[in-house]
């Protein structure tokens, strides 16, 4: 794409309005492109037939839209599917399609790799490359919605791909408005849940938003020296201002702050750490979603027996709170929480060994 034309991926309908009105264009064809790319999944200007010739040409000539292009699909027994995409640098990121759990959901990535280095997931390894733009966090469920016949039907769109979403703060809540907009895929607000590491200025920041995703929180941890050692950023944000962070969330009706746990062998995995998060999280309206360790090679934690989870779960509930052990999904292709990861220009020694021996190194061979 030439770097003068407007990237329309990038753009708000305001904004597309503002640029036509800005090239002799009646501001209201802003909807009729909006509904061909998000709708109906058209990018090219010449197949918009409802626009007159002309109009088309101008658009031809100065505008744009980047798609994130489907590299590799991956698609696990259990019907999950991993897409791995390149964007217009040469950088992959990784999306997932989760089917009926119940509802479909898109997993979708704000950050080419994370900054946040959770001791044990995969793609902090890589650390962070960069952060998406808007159309790059949009062109993911767009990709995926057009792939998979989607464009008409209703699902959930969870910000648990690669990357810390409040650490792209604009250009994901950009992105969830276009999202959102009735001109794009006119998804409602809760359909979206929004899964931070608990960096505390942008979930104050998120709290004064109109217009609001579900949230979760991935706390991990119940005592500040634990989580010091499982999420590095911690050190940063204590749990305790976290949890206050948390506490003055304007939760709207009826709804409430899912936090994360990710359950580790010997590490966090105790009835005494569950009763310290029963103690933690008194007085929030609360559910907590267990997610048992999807274990990786480099990864130096165990997941915990299912006993061991069902006890965890077990105290939680008795003290009534909500709980969810999450079902691992797409495991065997890593597409699971925590597994997504693109290799960077090193290989690691089993793509060596897969390159020497003449083998796609496809993305099952891809490090961990
Ligand atoms: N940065 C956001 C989104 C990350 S992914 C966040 O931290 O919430 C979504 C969830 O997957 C997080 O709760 C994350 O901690 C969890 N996760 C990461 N690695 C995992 C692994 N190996 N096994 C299970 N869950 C993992």
């Given amino acids: ?16 309005e503002e640029a ?112 998406l733009t808007a159309g790059e966090i949009t062109g993911q469920v767009r990709v995926m919605a057009s792939a998979l016949h989607l464009l008409d039907t209703r699902f959930n769109i969870v910000l648990m791909g690669m990357g810390e979403p409040l650490h ?13 907009d009735p001109c794009g895929l006119a998804i409602s607000p809760r359909r979206f849940t929004l899964s931070t590491v608990g960096l505390v200025p942008g979930l104050d920041r998120l709290a004064r938003e109109s217009w609001m995703p579900n949230l979760a929180v991935s706390l991990h941890a119940t005592t500040q020296s634990d989580r010091d050692a499982l999420v590095p950023v911690g050190r940063k ?43 933690l999280l008194a007085g929030i309206r609360a559910k907590v979603n267990l997610i048992p360790l999807n274990e990786a090679a480099g990864i130096p934690f165990r997941r915990p027996s299912d006993e061991r989870v069902d006890e965890f779960a077990r105290v939680l509930a008795d003290h ?29 020694p089993a793509q060596k060994l897969a390159a020497l021996m003449g083998r796609a190194d496809g993305p099952a061979e891809r490090p961990s």
């Fill in 1 to 16: 794409m030439s770097t003068t034309r407007v990237d329309i991926a990038e753009l708000e309908l305001s904004e597309l």
């Fill in 20 to 131: 036509l009105e800005a090239r002799g264009s009646r501001r209201f064809h802003a909807r009729q492109i909006l509904r061909w790319v998000y709708r109906r999944g058209i990018t090219e200007f010449a197949a918009m037939t409802d626009l007159s010739k002309g109009l088309r040409a101008m658009l031809e000539a100065d505008f744009a839209v980047s798609t994130p292009r489907v590299e590799e699909r991956d698609r696990s027994s259990d019907g999950t599917e991993k897409f791995l995409l390149t964007l217009a640098d040469g950088r992959h990121i990784e999306s997932v399609f989760i089917p009926e759990t119940p509802s479909t959901t898109l997993c979708i990535s704000t950050q080419a790799g994370c900054a946040m280095k959770c001791a044990f997931c995969l793609t902090g390894r890589m650390g962070l490359a960069r952060n």
């Fill in 168 to 180: 792209n703060y604009d250009a994901t809540m950009k992105a969830l408005r276009i999202l959102a």
């Fill in 237 to 279: 944000y204590t749990i305790e201002e976290v949890i206050a962070a948390c506490r003055r969330f304007p939760l709207k009706r009826r709804s409430r702050i899912t936090f994360e746990y990710v359950l580790l062998e010997g590490v966090n995995d105790s009835p005494d750490d569950a009763r310290r998060l029963v103690r």
């Fill in 320 to 348: 009534h709170l909500t709980v969810s052990v999450r079902k691992s999904r797409g495991r065997d292709i890593r597409a699971a929480c925590g597994q997504l990861i693109v290799e960077g220009p090193q290989k690691s």
